[in-house]
């Protein structure tokens, strides 16, 4: 029996053998020649051919990115749970026949803006169980085809107006189980396809059924929602919602209500005032401030204040309704220095509003309502200020102030602080009644210099203090150094047989007499050794042996070396 390939190389197989190999490899030639590009599979994939043509199948693997030169026969692709983490430029721009892409239940968070381009064929995009939380809505500019989008859980917050416009074919879009809170009814009417479904009212046939999935997302039934809300209610076939019974998830007086069941009003700038705007307090006694404001949506409130950096109050925020808000500044034991004008002010997305309050403060030595203009001062009538650091440590200091002149308690003060060596300081502008100033967060071991003078005045000489912060360094040195030499002599001691002891309890005075002599040659060898010296340190603890165990019980104590850095790892100040 015989075969004859007519093949570009063709041969003749006439015997047994050859007819088994001619057999197998007459197929393995046909099949390549029917499915070409069999070699050219992604390693871990699998390639098939169906009736929509020829598929690429890659299924839990640790690839982590999309293949590169994928053949172009390709028409449909699905790469699930790979770890994909993005979708970079042109990642399937060769494969032009490509109808169908599933990258479904990876950890995509980022899509580039040209990631669709090439794919003008493409009708169905599933993104289903990815991490994305912002689409780049422009990328489907390349995909005019497009019929099917599946962005299901996912972790989009944000769906801009214009998201659809350059979604012309789509006839199902699955949005469900994200984050969307917002979304404003334009949305949809700048959708192409919601125009012309919106004149085939009514008309069945003249055009084809639009589905939405919008459910299980957290949405804000507020204002902003409004016209949403009406869209949901007004929508009809051609466009099908997939669940209708859409859900809220607040604010509290809306929390789990359906949009069939509330009444949203239309959304207002802020509104603020105030009951009083002039209010005279007490020197030391608590101050209360109180605006009342009404908006839709509510609104965030600050209040303004002078020496709001210096004196930081606190403030508290009371919702009375769904519009409106109370907030409540508190001013403990009031200075002098709080007079002024305080600001309440409050803003929404559509505008803002402000009102003032006059804060007075009823004492001796004050008359007028409002803090006086500091008049500029040559150096020459510069009073006399004393000046101390309270308190130092290794991070920061406290100073205090005292001013020689005729009315401190209405003067402001300009602080002057930075290192010793730095030409540039930072100025501080303190105001009347405050004599005291914390500083903190400095760096240890460094010199600074800080200086007090009268606002819009250059300190004069006495008025400023150069100080060292501290050093925590040097101390945990000394007791590393203090338990290193208590472990080594526990260890000696234990080390030494009970006997040796018997020197210094019951030992004869021949024995106590040599053992100072020992000691004494031992001294004046040590004494006259070169470059030697005491210390108490590890280093210089000297062996166990018995000229070491027996020293006189009542030698007087040599005199220890004063320190002529008595406060090393401390800290220092002096005044010039």
């Known amino acids: 029996m015989s075969c004859v390939l007519l093949l570009p190389a063709c041969f003749t197989c006439s015997s047994r053998n050859m007819d088994v190999f001619c057999g197998v490899f007459g197929v393995f030639l046909v099949f390549n020649i029917i499915t070409p590009g069999f ?24 690839m ?11 028409t449909k692709i699905r790469i699930e749970n790979c770890h994909l983490t993005e979708v970079p430029q042109g990642s399937f ?84 189980f994200n984050q969307l809170s917002i979304i404003s009814k334009e949305v949809f009417t700048n959708w192409p396809l919601y125009q012309k479904a919106e004149k085939a009212w009514e008309k069945e046939g003249l055009v084809s059924n639009v589905v939405l999935a919008l459910h299980d997302n957290p949405w804000t039934c507020d204002c902003r929602l409004k016209g949403f809300v009406e869209f949901i209610r007004e929508v009809r076939p051609p466009i099908i919602l997939m669940n209708s019974y859409l859900k809220c998830s607040g604010p509290a007086s809306k929390a789990d209500k359906y949009f069939h069941e509330i009444q949203l009003k239309t959304c207002m700038k802020p509104v603020a005032s105030v009951a ?24 965030s409130i600050q209040w303004t204040y002078p020496l709001k950096i210096i004196r930081g109050f606190a403030s508290t925020q009371t919702q009375i309704d769904e519009e409106t808000v109370t907030s409540r500044l508190m001013i403990p034991s009031v200075h002098l220095a709080d007079r002024g004008l305080y600001t309440c002010m409050a803003n929404n997305f559509i505008g803002n509003s402000s009102v003032g309050i006059a804060l007075n403060i009823d004492s001796p030595n004050s008359a007028a309502p409002l803090p006086p203009p500091v008049p500029m001062l040559s150096s020459d009538h510069s009073p006399h200020i004393d000046i101390r650091i309270a308190k130092q440590t290794i991070y920061g200091i406290t100073l205090e102030w005292h001013a020689m002149m005729d009315n401190p308690a209405e003067t402001w003060f300009t602080i002057h602080f930075g290192k010793y060596d730095s030409p540039k300081k930072e100025m501080i502008f303190i105001g009347p009644g405050i ?69 210094t309890t019951e030992a004869r005075f021949s024995c106590v007499d040599r053992c100072v002599d020992l000691w004494k040659k031992h001294r004046r060898r040590g004494e006259n050794a070169e470059g030697s010296e005491r210390q108490n340190t590890f280093d210089s603890l000297q062996a166990a042996s018995d000229e070491a165990l027996c020293k006189d019980s009542e030698e007087k104590p040599t005199k220890r070396r004063k320190s002529e850095d008595r406060c090393k790892g401390g800290s220092a100040a002096y005044l010039y």
Not at 46 to 54: A, W
Not at 66 to 72: G, L, R, T
Not at 139 to 148: D, E, G, V, Y
């Open 435 to 503: 004599n005291s100033y914390s500083v903190s967060d400095l760096l240890p071991a460094t010199k600074y210099e800080v200086c007090v003078s009268l606002k819009n005045h250059p300190p004069r000489e006495g008025q400023c203090i150069v100080f060292v912060t501290g050093s925590d360094i040097t101390e945990l040195e000394q007791r590393e150094r203090l338990i290193h030499i208590i472990v080594i002599v526990c260890a000696m001691i234990l080390a030494v047989p009970a006997g040796m002891y018997a020197c």
């Open 276 to 299: 009083e705007s002039n209010i005279t307090s007490s020197l030391g006694a608590n101050a209360s401030l109180t605006c009342l404001v009404k908006a839709r949506p509510l609104p």
């Open 39 to 62: 070699s050219t599979c992604p390693l871990g994939c699998s390639c098939t051919n169906d009736n929509l043509g020829r598929s690429l199948l890659c299924m839990e693997t640790q």
């Open 93 to 176: 721009s060769q494969v032009h026949a490509l109808e169908f892409l599933w990258l479904n239940f990876n950890e995509i968070t980022l899509m580039n803006i040209k990631s669709l381009e090439g794919l003008g064929n493409l009708t169905e995009l599933r993104l289903q169980g990815n991490k994305l939380t912002l689409v780049p809505w422009t990328a489907f500019q390349s995909t005019p085809r497009l019929k099917i989008l599946d962005l299901k859980n996912n972790r989009l917050d944000v769906l801009p107006e214009h998201a659809l416009r350059h979604l012309p074919a789509l006839t199902y879009l699955d949005l469900s």
């Open 64 to 74: 982590g990115h999309i293949p590169e030169n994928i053949p172009n026969e390709f």
